[in-house]
C-alpha cells in the first residue's frame, strides 16, 4: 500500500493456542487417560460452518474426546495451529 492515509491490520499468521481441558498435573501419568488433538486453523469451516471444508466436526470431536477424558480423572489437549490448514477458509 502506497497511500499514507491508509492503514491496514493484518492478524498475526503462525503461531498456536493450547487448550487443556482437566488437570493438567496428570498429562505425564500413564496410568490416567489422555486425549490430544492438532488441528490446523480452519476459519471456514471451524468458525463460519462452511461445507467446503470438513474441520470443524474433527475439532469438535476432538473437544468432546478432550472433556470425556478430564471427566474420567485424566487430561485432554487441543493444540490449535493457527495457520489455515489448506487455504479453503481464505
Known sequence: VTRADLEI???PIGGCT???FGDE???PDTSRPLVVRVH???NGSDV???DICTCR???LHGIEECV???QAGGAGVIVYNRKEGRALGE
Open 9 to 11: 491490520f493484518l492478524p
Open 18 to 20: 493450547v487448550l487443556i
Open 25 to 27: 498435573a496428570s498429562i
Open 40 to 42: 490446523d486453523e480452519c
Open 48 to 50: 463460519f460452518g462452511s
Open 57 to 59: 466436526p474433527y475439532l
Open 68 to 70: 470425556r477424558a478430564a
